[in-house]
């Protein structure tokens, strides 16, 4: 709805801006041409024979010349102005206002676009563990600024060389093409940056009334095949989404572990590849039910 309200208020400034534009371009216009009129008119009345003709004419183009100048500038204003309307107009159709991200359709469109040229991707799907809690122990402003930082997060990181979206909600995704062919090294490629994804999301510190904030994600991880679709290919990073918050949460999980999954040894052969321990979530009794999944 913010969204919405944001476009209405800037078409509504434009189109003000627009009419008031309009008048005043057709005003100058007409006062530059009576003025250059009656310059040719002066200039013609002085000199009459043929010897000046060369002269009248370069004086008068110069004239012409230097009254124009005003009217180039007024369209290339005009120009400028409405292409940054235009972008903006594109970001708020395009992106997501709260964290800068690709929004779901532009997500989507992205990712077919490189499914559709044949190449080969990775896509990382995560969500923030426990959100609900932190919306309910901390206030829903809290939860904003962790949406938020955590995009930050995801554009520091991945910079440009891979596409940003926020699927909805407390769900991110990301969408890396693969520069390796086998199938070994192109899978401890993604799980790499989707194990540093998680690392840096888990140092994010928000203070809070109630406390410190500090969230942690559960991703999946899936990989593209020569048919794949989007909806294919994002049902398998889910499924292994959900594995891993069944697992124990704040951890990567490849869509080619999920068959074989022990949480006991995926964890330790995590901590020697990258030598960063994930303490593993114990269930306690105020755990909320509602939120098991969470």
């Keep these: 709805m913010d969204a919405i309200r944001s476009l209405f208020r800037l078409a509504s400034r434009r189109s003000i801006r627009c009419r008031r534009d309009l008048w005043l371009f057709v005003a ?13 008119a002066v200039i013609q009345s002085w000199h009459t024979d ?6 009248t004419a370069l004086g008068v183009g110069a004239i012409a010349g230097l009254l124009t100048l005003p009217i180039l500038w007024e369209f290339g204003s005009m120009y400028l102005d409405l292409w940054k309307s235009t972008q903006a107009l594109r970001d708020l159709a395009s992106k ?73 909600g407390e769900e991110y995704a990301v969408m890396i093409e693969c520069p390796f062919l086998d199938p070994e090294i192109a899978h401890a490629h993604a799980s790499a940056l989707a194990e540093e994804m998680r690392r840096r999301i888990a140092t994010i510190v928000i203070e809070s009334d109630a406390g410190s904030v500090t969230p ?20 398998r990073a889910d499924k292994a989404l959900y594995v891993a918050k069944a697992a124990g949460r704040d951890r990567v999980v490849g869509e080619h572990e999920i068959e074989v999954f022990d949480a006991e040894r995926t964890l330790a052969r995590r901590q020697d590849l990258f030598w960063q321990p994930v303490p593993p979530v114990v269930a306690t009794e105020s755990d909320d039910p509602a939120v098991a999944w969470a």
């Design 216 to 235: 942690t994600i559960s991703i999946g991880v899936a990989w593209s095949r020569p048919e794949s679709t989007f909806s294919e290919l994002y049902a």
């Design 28 to 40: 100058r216009t007409n006062v530059y041409l009576v003025i250059l009129a009656t310059v040719a």
């Design 96 to 168: 997501d206002q709260q964290t800068g991200l690709l929004n779901n359709r532009s997500f989507v469109a992205a990712v077919v676009e490189r499914l559709a040229a044949g190449r080969h991707v990775a896509l990382l799907v995560g969500d923030l563990d426990r959100f609900k809690t932190i919306n309910d122990h901390h206030g829903h402003p809290v939860g904003d600024e962790v949406i938020a930082r955590v995009g930050c997060t995801l554009r520091d990181m991945f910079d440009e060389i891979a596409v940003l979206g926020r699927m909805g």
């Design 50 to 55: 043929s010897e000046t003709i060369v002269v």
